[in-house]
């Protein structure tokens, strides 16, 4: 296996039962770091203490062209935030978790203290844990197969009960077809903003890479030659075309899309939408469904309150998301875990 695979390999056998209580927040993080991010960027920093962690948004690793405030970045942090606290429950922490506790530090999402040692994990929490080193981003089709209503509550349901969150299916064929194309025009758009084409360029690697971090080609669907020269075809081409054309396949073959909204735009909203992310994505990889994210009408502000009216909300969508039954695909790269800890 090639060394920026090395994180996927963590094992609960290695839990350091007899070590600190450092040395355990360090190997809780070895999950956290397996969440998704934009770009896959990993723009997080955990800062271990003796009795307590720091969730740190890593704005060095911000996507200042896609995501200029870094909403996305936060959204990340979110999901890593629920590896981390699924990961506790299931060694018996009952974790205590302070959202924003520095009114002067906006990058000091969370602090995570340790409530009880005894916590007795529930059928859920042992479910989620399970399946955090199997998640994936899957951007290939996939199979006709439907989600059925029970299937789809299980997921409702790992998406959290807050309800300043809410996940929201997209029924109506109308508002599919309409919502496929605010998502082509946003391909369009962001074909022609060579901004974002030489940021996105920044971070697709061929698929040999040994970067530890951002897209191999191969998440992409793309074979070794063809990924070999991706950077060049997304700095250089107009490719906005042939991917308007490939997400409407790919939506018409998704037997599921849905978005995930907060009924706030702040950045407490988006880390806890990043967590109720991580849940729902959690859930769906136990029960062997995919998912993948077409954001680009959240991503084009001239298409943000379009998509808004067409699905009739108040809330703000946050996150597309198409779900469907799909093979398993190969993980992306990971930093190691020294490279995101910074002890106290
Ligand atoms: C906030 C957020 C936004 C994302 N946006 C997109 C997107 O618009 N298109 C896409 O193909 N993938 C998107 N992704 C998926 C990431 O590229 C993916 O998580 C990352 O490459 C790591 O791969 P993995 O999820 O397979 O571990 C997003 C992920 C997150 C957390």
């Known amino acids: 296996m090639r060394n920026n ?88 922490f009952e974790p205590e978790v302070t959202y924003f506790p520095e009114e002067t530090d906006n990058d000091l999402l969370a602090t995570v203290k340790v409530k009880t040692r005894d916590y007795q994990p529930s059928d859920d929490d042992k479910i989620f844990f399970k399946a955090i080193p199997n998640r994936r981003t899957n951007r290939l089709p996939y199979a006709e197969e439907i989600i059925d209503e029970i299937t789809f509550s299980k997921l409702n349901n790992a998406a959290g009960s807050d309800p300043e ?33 030489r940021e996105l360029a920044q971070w697709v690697h061929p698929n040999r890479t040994s970067s530890k971090d951002g897209i191999p080609g191969y998440a992409f669907g793309m074979g070794d030659l063809i990924s070999f020269g991706s950077p060049f075809f997304i700095g250089n081409l107009n490719w906005g075309d042939i991917q308007a054309g490939r ?42 469904i995919s998912a993948s994210y077409l954001n680009q ?35 992306t790269p990971r930093r190691d875990v020294e490279d995101v800890i910074k002890l106290g």
């Open 5 to 92: 695979l090395n994180a996927w390999t963590v094992s609960e056998n290695h839990f350091p039962s007899f070590g600190s209580i450092k040395e355990k927040f360090k190997f809780f993080v070895r999950y956290a770091i397996l969440a998704p991010s934009g770009h896959n960027t990993q723009p997080w920093i955990f800062e271990v203490h003796e009795e307590s962690l720091n969730l740190y948004a890593d704005r060095t690793r911000a996507l200042p062209v896609i995501d200029p405030d870094d909403r996305e970045l936060i959204i990340s942090c979110g999901a890593a935030l629920t590896n981390l606290l699924v990961t506790m429950k299931y060694f018996g």
């Open 297 to 331: 009408p959240l991503e084009v502000p001239e298409l943000f309150d379009k998509l808004r009216e067409l699905i009739k909300t108040n809330y703000y969508p946050q996150m597309i998301i198409r779900l469907g039954y799909g093979k398993q695909v190969k993980a």
């Open 165 to 197: 969150i809410r996940f929201l299916k997209i029924d109506s064929k109308e508002t599919r077809e309409e919502m496929t194309k605010l998502i082509e025009q946003g391909d369009r758009m962001q074909s022609q903003n060579k901004s974002f084409c």
């Open 247 to 288: 997400d409407r396949n790919l939506i018409k073959g998704s037997p599921l899309l849905a978005v995930l909204e907060s009924k706030n735009n702040k950045p407490l909203d988006w880390l806890k939408t990043g967590m109720s992310l991580s849940g729902l994505l959690l859930r769906a990889s136990w029960e062997g």
